[in-house]
């Protein structure tokens, strides 16, 4: 039910296109997922992303399991009927929310406990109850629990939540194995290891020797560290985990940092930004990012992107979102997110083709410039 195709490889780097199948579709790689958090992309129709160029997207055990539930999500189909999507998913475990809600729970070897942020009521999560809740809703990929430590946490604490983690992945596996379902989803475990490029590495062999998967993840990375870190994070991982299988790189959506682990090899990524800074304003463009609700677009009748085909540039002018913005009307935010998702479809398009011509490393170079220049 799964399978992972490379198709090119980048002459100059670790580069590579491909796809990967899944039993709702395929997905070329490097991919980019948009995050539809509580099952749904803030904003935007199914057949909105679908226009846009969308091929995977990604939800969030941890909010799907405080409301509605996932046996709510299971009874009602599952999480591709909910949400109207038949294209390939991909559930979050929930232990970015280890590090995002720290004030919340309560960690321990068996799992974590979390105290819901909505309502204070008490939610559980050990690897094997987290690899049957992603089962419930039904996603195509699912992650093992981790913990995910801060930037900034000692060695000592890093290295204690690496282990952890790989502890977690067994046990993740070991539940996911029993539970023997024909169709069952993809289980990708998770490599921890912080800033330190050692434990990084340990992590990696280790976890790739004790649990077999279709792919593998690195977390831990996009918690306030610089590009130099995260860099050096995914070189460690890399290294040694299988060249044949899919490479994730969890929470990472910055430009800069997208080219940068692509090129050491990473075919898969998520992240918030397009849509939240959509919902702020903000917008991607390849000549750098627009501040929309700016005075200096009060009058400006172009679009958002003059090259952009997305029905906000297509149709609005810059001075019409900012009015939308000034005046509360929901329609900016949509716009604006609209925009910056088509911006990330044809940002990693452009990707795919410059690894397709072994040109990885040159492009990289140009679109840094025009970024850095605009700015």
């Known amino acids: 039910m799964f399978e992972f195709k490379i198709h090119h490889r980048d002459c100059g780097t670790a580069a590579r296109t491909g796809e990967f199948v899944t039993p709702h579709g395929s997905f070329r790689t490097p991919?980019?997922?948009?995050?539809g958090t509580r099952a749904a992309v803030k904003g935007l129709l199914p057949r909105d992303l679908r226009q846009l160029g969308c091929e995977i997207l990604l939800a969030n055990t941890y909010h799907l399991a405080l409301r509605p539930g996932t046996e709510v999500v299971r009874r009602l189909g599952g999480?591709?009927?909910?949400?109207?999507?038949d294209g390939p998913l991909l559930t979050d475990s929930g232990g970015f929310q280890v590090f995002s809600l720290a004030r919340?729970?309560?960690?321990?070897?068996?799992?974590?406990?979390?105290?819901?942020h909505i309502d204070g009521a008490t939610l559980q999560m050990t690897p094997e109850s987290c690899a049957?809740?992603?089962a419930d809703l039904g996603a195509d990929i699912i992650m093992t629990l981790d913990e995910c430590p801060p930037f900034g946490a000692s060695r000592d604490e890093v290295a204690a939540a690496t282990e952890r983690t790989l502890a977690w992945a067994r046990r993740c596996l070991a539940a996911h194995r029993t539970a023997a379902?024909?169709?069952?989803p993809a289980l990708f475990?998770?490599?921890?290891g912080g800033p330190f490029a050692d434990l990084r590495a340990e992590a990696a062999r280790r976890l790739v020797a004790d649990v077999p998967a279709p792919g593998y993840a690195i977390g831990g990375?996009?918690?306030?560290?610089?590009?130099?870190?995260?860099?050096?994070a995914v070189e460690a991982a890399v290294e040694h985990l299988p060249a044949d299988r899919p490479r994730y790189l969890m929470g990472v959506g910055r430009p800069r940092d997208v080219l940068g682990a692509v090129s050491r090899g990473i075919d898969m990524f998520d992240c918030v930004l397009p849509t939240r800074n959509g919902r702020n304003g903000s917008a991607f463009t390849f000549q750098g990012p627009l501040r929309l609700r700016n005075q200096q677009f009060?009058?400006?009748?172009?679009?958002?992107?003059?090259?952009?085909d997305c029905a906000a540039c297509r149709a609005f002018s810059r001075a019409a979102i900012r009015h939308f913005f000034q005046v509360g009307e929901m329609l900016g935010p949509i716009l604006v997110s609209l925009h910056n998702l088509r911006f990330f479809a044809r940002f990693f398009e452009r990707i795919r083709e410059a690894v397709a011509a072994g040109r990885l490393a040159h492009y990289e170079k140009e679109f840094l410039k025009s970024v850095d220049s605009a700015e």
């Not at 999480?79 to 999507?85: I, S, T, Y």
């Not at 379902?181 to 069952?184: K, N």
């Not at 475990?189 to 921890?192: N, R, Y």
Request: proline share 8%; hydrophobic share 45%.
């Open 221 to 232: 990375v996009s918690v306030g560290e610089p590009h130099e870190l995260m860099m050096q």
């Open 181 to 184: 379902r024909p169709y069952g």
């Open 132 to 134: 049957a809740m992603q």
């Open 298 to 308: 009060e009058s400006d009748a172009s679009p958002i992107e003059a090259e952009c």
């Open 79 to 85: 999480l591709h009927r909910l949400m109207a999507w």
């Open 31 to 35: 991919a980019f997922m948009p995050v």
């Open 189 to 192: 475990p998770i490599v921890q």
């Open 104 to 116: 919340l729970r309560k960690l321990s070897d068996e799992g974590v406990v979390f105290q819901s």
